[in-house]
């Protein structure tokens, strides 16, 4: 059996605490390879490595860090469909979504391709007598990602490649069930030019976040995953005055308005619903047609389309989407459709139970459809992260717009219209961190900023974009003057500028 390690100091290195999870082959249901869960020990080898590493890092001018950027671009480029095939085997998502996995996060890296831009500081000639002020960016030394299965490659990259831009040393602790993409793009920025240890890639599970969260050389963690680690880890990093950013689940609305062309809502709603098997979190969960005559319509049309979605094996280009990530993946979803129609809820489309011949034992699962989910049921409180739509029937647009906005979640939602002061102001007052306007996935691009609200991000700057230079730097502010000698002595109060 394969076994997959760390990545430290620019070199594999192999698991030593005796512990190991399964990494799956979704699409079949075996088992593929083994990784090595870290030790608090490890850990702590991992952050001495890349504290060694940092500073002649960051003494690198940024050009020279830029350089590493756009040659790390050129060599994932001749890489991107062998990586997004290994990405597609463990994760389970179709080769082409593994492609555009690999593509948003190339896209980060692009972005951070302007880093002596983006570094520059702020500078006030004159601001009082013979004095000048300017501020710079600083980086912080270590610094630590925590990431979800849902996307190996583009939220690492999201979070590594302005933090290693700005001149920090990263370490990437990815999730257990697909770590194999991770350790390649570490692998390909050591190719690229960079330092060993600038780039540590630590597998693990709780024992390894936690000795993360503990490590005092470590100033600042990213995560992404579910709520309640979110809260978790915020928390925790709070305690040990660590800056945090933590992005967690969702529940994505998405309006249908009376006007819209009900063709492109429901196109929209096909792709955005059950592409990735609905393992994303800007996925639409809930769809929510205003009136009962929309709603029929909807209805009328979305139940065939959901029908006859191609599920299919992740290297089947053709299928719609592929197996979930684990067998326990599959079985809390059905848990979830079971609870929607035991609380009354009427199930259209029953995805349970759904074999694909010559891949019975892989974790697949058909679409499933709800009608008339009410806001009291477990299914709509809470994220199902499955092939699962709910269709909330809102009798006004007041009513629709109500139920994002005082969802817990707040992640994404989408209003779909052809009405543009409807459009106006529901992006104005919906209580919601990304919105779209017949858009159904609104994912900002590289250099705006991605980011939920509630109990979708704890922390106050978003990833990528202006925020994630930010957050990987500290602002240190110089007020300089240089008199030739003391002229009129000293001064006990306080300088203002009246
Ligand atoms: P998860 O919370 O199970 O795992 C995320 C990370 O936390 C992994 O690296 C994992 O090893 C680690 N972890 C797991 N259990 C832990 C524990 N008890 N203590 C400390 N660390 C622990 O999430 P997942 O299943 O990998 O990913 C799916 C979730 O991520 C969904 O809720 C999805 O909505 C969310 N997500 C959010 C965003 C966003 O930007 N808001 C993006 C992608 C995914």
Same mark, same amino acid.
């Given at each position: ?71 790390? +671009?050129?060599?994932?480029? /001749?890489?991107?469909? =062998?990586?997004?095939?290994? $990405?597609?085997? %463990?994760?389970? #998502?179709? !080769? ?102 600038? +780039?540590?890639?630590?597998? /693990?599970?709780?024992? =390894?976040?936690?000795?993360? $969260?503990?490590? %005092?050389?470590? #100033?600042? !963690? ?111 979803? =059905? ?164």
């Amino acid at each position: 059996m394969r076994t997959i390690g760390h990545y430290i100091g620019g070199r594999n290195v192999g698991g030593e605490s005796g512990r190991f999870a399964d990494v799956f082959h979704p699409s079949t249901g075996e088992v593929q390879a083994k990784v090595a869960l870290a030790s608090k020990a490890e850990m702590r080898a991992a952050v001495e490595n890349a504290k060694a590493a940092q500073p002649a890092w960051a003494a690198t001018n940024p050009q020279k860090r830029a350089r590493v950027m756009m040659r790390f +671009l050129e060599l994932i480029r /001749g890489e991107h469909d =062998a990586l997004a095939e290994l $990405l597609a085997s %463990e994760h389970g #998502k179709t !080769v082409p979504d593994a492609k555009g996995d690999i593509q948003r996060g190339v896209e980060v890296v692009e972005f951070a391709c302007g880093i002596p831009h983006l570094l520059k500081g702020e500078y006030t000639e004159g601001a009082g007598p013979g004095i000048d002020v300017y501020s710079l960016r600083q980086p912080l030394g270590v610094v630590a990602g925590i990431t979800p299965f849902n996307f190996p490659a583009m939220i690492p990259l999201w979070k590594c490649a302005p933090a290693i831009a700005c001149g920090n040393a990263f370490i990437l602790k990815p999730s257990e069930r697909d770590p194999s993409v991770p350790i390649r793009i570490a692998e390909i920025f050591l190719e690229a030019g960079l330092p060993p240890g600038i +780039l540590n890639v630590v597998n /693990g599970d709780k024992e =390894a976040v936690d000795a993360i $969260l503990d490590d %005092e050389d470590i #100033k600042a !963690v990213g995560f992404v995953g579910s709520s309640h680690i979110a809260e978790y880890i915020y928390v925790r990093a709070a305690e040990t005055g660590k800056r945090a950013q933590c992005f967690g689940g969702a529940k994505n609305h998405m309006i249908i308005m009376p006007d819209a062309d009900m063709g492109q809502a429901v196109d929209a709603l096909i792709g955005a619903g059950y592409g990735s098997a609905g393992e994303r979190c800007m996925a639409i969960s809930v769809a929510v047609p205003v009136g009962e005559q929309t709603a029929d319509r909807l209805m009328e049309k979305l139940i065939p389309r959901v029908e006859s979605l191609k599920i299919g094996p992740s290297h089947d280009g053709s299928a719609d989407y592929g197996p979930l990530v684990t067998r326990e993946a599959v079985q809390k979803v =059905a848990s979830y459709i079971n609870k929607g129609v035991a609380e009354g809820a009427q199930l259209a489309v029953d995805g349970r139970g759904f074999k694909l011949q010559g891949y019975e034992n892989g974790f697949y699962m058909g679409g499933s459809l709800f009608d008339r989910v009410t806001p009291d049921m477990t299914i709509y409180k809470e994220e199902i992260f499955g092939p699962v739509l709910s269709v909330v029937r809102a009798k006004d647009y007041e009513e629709a717009l109500a139920l994002p906005s005082t969802h817990q979640y707040g992640n994404g939602v989408a209003i779909f219209t052809q009405d543009g002061d409807a459009a106006r102001d529901f992006t104005a007052r919906v209580n919601v961190g990304m919105v779209g306007v017949n858009v159904p996935i609104p994912v900002p691009i590289a250099y705006h900023t991605f980011g939920g609200w509630k109990r979708s991000g704890f922390g106050d700057l978003n990833q990528h974009g202006p925020d994630s230079i930010r957050f990987y730097t500290k602002t240190k502010t110089v007020t300089q003057r240089w008199p030739s000698g003391i002229k009129s002595g000293a001064e006990f109060s306080i300088p203002t500028m009246r």
